[in-house]
């Protein structure tokens, strides 16, 4: 059997665009912020609309070479699927906020807040509660 360049480019075309669709229709949170109030605002959505949904947020970090986990209080907003909180966790260390919309079908989210409370890119975990990527950031963040 022989393959052309132009059908082994369609078939790897086609295999990498259709990896995505394999978690197609999901929930997911991301992080958004610094706010001009200092607060953080994280966005649910599910299938890619906005979505109202329980989200369980978690600050991550280690402070003095000790691992801490706080939980974070989201606070509805008026807009649909729209969460917000303010920084409870110390300035000091390395610190990720967890986010785990609820259900089956969902995205972890992890986000590394730097000390001055910039916000990094948001990293979707699937099939995971994202601690244990969690702890491998941790760890190579804090050396």
């Known amino acids: 059997m022989r393959y052309t360049i132009q059908g082994l480019a369609l078939a790897l075309a086609l295999t990498s665009s259709l990896g995505g669709l394999a ?70 260390g390395t610190w990720i906020v967890r986010l785990a919309p609820a259900g089956r079908d969902r995205a972890v989210t992890l986000v ?12 979707f975990v699937w099939k995971s509660d994202g601690r244990h990527e969690c702890d491998q950031k941790l760890a190579v963040n804090s050396k």
């Open 23 to 92: 978690y197609a229709g999901g929930s997911t949170a991301m992080v958004e912020g610094p706010m001009k109030d200092g607060t953080y605002l994280v966005r649910a959505a599910h299938c890619g609309e906005p979505a109202s949904m329980s989200v369980t947020a978690t600050a991550e970090g280690v402070v003095k070479g000790a691992r801490r986990s706080l939980p974070i209080q989201l606070t509805s907003t008026r807009e649909k699927g729209v969460y917000q909180f303010a920084r409870t966790w110390p300035s000091e």
């Open 112 to 123: 590394a807040i730097a000390s001055d409370g910039s916000v990094g890119d948001n990293e």
